[in-house]
C-alpha cells in the first residue's frame, strides 16, 4: 500500500464520520422513548449486539465508499 492510498482512505473515512456525528448531534435522547415501550420478538438480538454489527457494517460501507 502506498502513502497516498492509506491517507485518502483516513480522510474518506473521517468525512463519513463527521457526517455521522452531526446527524447524532440533531437527536434528542428523549425522542428514543417510544422505542423502549415496544413488544420485541423474542429473536431480537441485544442492543449491544446491534452497536457493534452496525459499526462494522459502517466501516464496511467506508471502504467501499473510497474504492468506488
Known sequence: MNKKFIITLIISIAIC??????GGLSVKADNFVWY??????????????F???MKII??????????F
Open 36 to 49: 423502549n415501550s415496544l413488544n420485541r420478538s423474542p429473536l431480537n438480538p441485544p442492543n449491544i449486539v
Open 58 to 67: 459502517g466501516l464496511v460501507q467506508k471502504i467501499v465508499l473510497y474504492i
Open 17 to 22: 464520520l463527521s457526517i455521522g456525528a452531526l
Open 51 to 53: 452497536l457493534y454489527i
